[in-house]
């Protein structure tokens, strides 16, 4: 089944502690993004990649690293997550540049940090 | 910068009386207009999508119409059922690095 998968689902952290969302994409896909939801503000998105070895920022980067050694994983990190960054993520991939084509996204992690 | 607004925050409408939710986007050289639906606690999912060389597309129920003039475009829901009830995120594709601008979402409530 064609599927993106984060990563855990709900994770509960303390201010500070270093942390990874994976995300992992079996459709073969050129492009991946994560997103951060938040009631009122939609989608923002943190980074995106264009393809292996090629990142760039989204509009609210701060506070988040990305990699793409591979093809098929996009893990976010966290070095020393805040409160503020207490959120829903989502990933997301695309066959293409990610805004002209359909983006398959992930079931979403619920990160709370305390 | 580029933006784009979604109108109306929340809409409630009767079940079986169609439903519109309107998008403006700011700049003329965007050429992709996607809709994605995410229902309660679940991911987003794309329910339709047009390019700026089109002026209509219908899928069912569902319609999206562009006016490149206005800078805006429009989702269409007839006939509307429970299932329909969702958040409604409109975008469109920023015209030099192709990443998705995106809405604020719109609430769909339907009544029965």
């Known amino acids: 089944e064609a599927q993106v998968t984060q990563n855990p689902r709900y994770l509960i952290t303390v201010t500070g502690k270093k942390l990874t969302v994976t995300c992992s994409q079996n459709?073969?896909?050129?492009?991946m993004s994560w997103y951060r939801q938040d009631p009122g503000l939609g989608l923002r998105q943190i980074y995106y990649s264009m393809n292996v070895e090629v990142t760039d920022k989204g509009d609210v980067p701060e506070g988040y690293k990305v990699s793409r050694k591979e093809k098929r994983n996009f893990p976010l990190i966290l070095e020393s997550p805040s409160p503020n960054q207490t959120s829903l993520y989502f990933c997301?991939?695309?066959?293409?540049?990610?805004?002209?084509?359909?983006?398959?996204f992930g079931n979403g992690t619920r990160l709370t940090v305390t | 910068g580029e933006n784009v607004e979604q109108h109306p925050s929340t809409l409630s409408v009767q079940e079986g009386d169609s439903a519109v939710i309107k998008c403006t986007y700011s700049?003329?050289?965007?050429?992709?207009f996607p809709w994605y639906k995410q229902e309660l606690g679940k991911r987003p999912q794309l329910i339709i999508d047009?390019?700026?060389n089109v002026g209509e597309k219908k899928d069912q129920r569902i319609a999206v119409t562009l006016n490149k003039t206005a800078k805006h475009f429009s989702l269409h829901i007839t006939e509307t059922q429970p299932e329909d009830s969702a958040v409604y995120f409109c975008?469109?594709?920023?015209?030099?690095?192709?990443?998705?601008?995106w809405g604020a979402g719109t609430k769909l409530i339907i009544k029965p």
């Open positions: 459709m073969n896909h050129e492009y």
């Open positions: 700049d003329s050289a965007s050429n992709y």
């Open positions: 997301a991939s695309s066959s293409a540049w990610g805004g002209n084509s359909p983006l398959h």
């Open positions: 047009i390019r700026s």
């Open positions: 975008a469109a594709s920023h015209p030099v690095n192709y990443q998705l601008i």
